[in-house]
């Protein structure tokens, strides 16, 4: 039975929420920096004054209820509430104040963190940023587990319980080697793609799977387009074999300036009237009090995209 005057403490939430991350309690107490009895103590403190079992424990793993799975999102919010109110405080009043943490997908940090950075530490000195770079799936589940703050990668999220704020849209850029008889074009078709030896980043990667759409749209087999046994993790490596003269692939704009002053490699752009590109945005959980410092933030890394690909539109000119 509940205790109706009991009120839980932050730590005894934040003590419920880590061990349902982590589904282990020497790995929990090790993140709060507690011990493990003080962190058994605090979960059964906010047990008994619930009145309820939230996490079942036995030998082999830590297992969460079904009443806890369904209280753990509002003790999130409380947690996330309650950083926001002393992050707030910290700024006496202002915004855009203490710790965040971003997710960026891999084909974006590279490039936009350069513009980006000196942009936070002068419009947001207050602020403690973090990034931390990973694909869009594993971005996602952080988000949802609160590990993250917002996310910057390609548009529609399709998550549950986020917000998706569209920042810019990123055109592709198709990159050939140097004597490719298509090198220097400026008015390509996406049946284009039909001709070219596709190098692609491995499945997983949002910009895979944006560039086999690509081949849908233009009802080219996205198997026969891209190369069938060469797989890449990094535009880098994708740009080196290309360099090499194994095939072809499509970068982002962002990326074209910092990729492609290489030898062995060429440019080529697609018609005005052709839509090949990205939408991207910020993704963070709806239920997120910092919707309006995120605005800002973004307007910030709508900015920095600017300034990253100004040098790609001078070049491909």
């Known amino acids: 039975m509940s205790n109706k005057e009991y009120r839980p403490t932050l730590a005894q939430l934040r003590t419920f929420v880590t061990i349902a991350e982590n589904k282990h309690f020497g790995t929990a107490a090790q993140k709060l920096n507690i011990s493990q009895p003080s962190l058994s103590q605090a979960l059964v403190a906010l047990e008994t004054g619930l009145g309820v079992q939230l996490i079942e424990r036995s030998t082999r793993k830590v297992i969460v209820t079904a009443i806890?799975?369904?209280?753990?999102?509002?003790?999130?919010?409380?947690?996330?509430?309650?950083?926001?109110?002393?992050?707030?405080?910290?700024?006496?009043?202002?915004?855009?104040?203490?710790?965040?943490?971003?997710?960026?997908?891999?084909?974006?940090?590279?490039?936009?963190?350069?513009?980006?950075?000196?942009?936070?530490?002068?419009h947001c000195p207050q602020m403690s940023p973090s990034v931390v770079e990973d694909k869009t799936k594993h971005l996602l589940a952080m988000l949802r587990e609160g590990q993250i703050d917002l996310a910057l990668m390609a548009l529609p999220s399709e998550a549950s319980g986020m917000v998706d704020l569209p920042?810019?849209?990123?055109?592709?850029?198709?990159?050939?080697?140097?004597?490719?008889?298509?090198?220097?074009?400026?008015d390509l078709d996406l049946d284009v793609l039909d001709q070219l030896d596709l190098l692609l980043l491995d499945e997983g990667h949002c910009l895979?799977?944006?560039?086999?759409?690509?081949?849908?749209?233009?009802?080219?087999?996205?198997?026969?387009?891209?190369?069938a046994v060469t797989r890449a993790s990094s535009l880098t490596t994708l740009m080196q074999l290309v360099s090499a003269g194994f095939g072809a692939t499509l970068l982002p704009m962002s990326a074209v300036d910092a990729e492609c002053h290489r030898t062995g490699v060429a440019t080529a752009t697609f018609g005005p009237r052709v839509r090949a590109?990205?939408?991207?945005?910020?993704?963070?959980?709806?239920?997120?009090?910092?919707?309006?410092?995120?605005?800002?933030?973004?307007?910030?890394?709508?900015?920095?995209?600017?300034?990253a690909s100004r040098p790609a539109e001078k070049l491909l000119a």
């Open 68 to 122: 806890g799975e369904k209280l753990l999102p509002f003790a999130k919010e409380t947690l996330e509430a309650a950083d926001a109110f002393l992050n707030r405080s910290r700024g006496a009043g202002g915004e855009l104040t203490g710790p965040l943490t971003i997710g960026m997908i891999p084909t974006i940090a590279p490039y936009l963190l350069p513009t980006l950075l000196p942009r936070l530490r002068e």
């Open 167 to 186: 920042l810019y849209t990123e055109e592709f850029v198709v990159v050939v080697p140097e004597d490719h008889p298509l090198a220097g074009s400026h």
């Open 208 to 227: 895979h799977d944006q560039i086999i759409d690509l081949c849908r749209r233009a009802e080219i087999n996205p198997s026969k387009a891209a190369h």
């Open 277 to 307: 590109d990205r939408e991207i945005g910020l993704v963070y959980r709806s239920s997120s009090s910092r919707a309006h410092e995120f605005e800002q933030i973004g307007r910030l890394m709508r900015e920095a995209y600017d300034e």
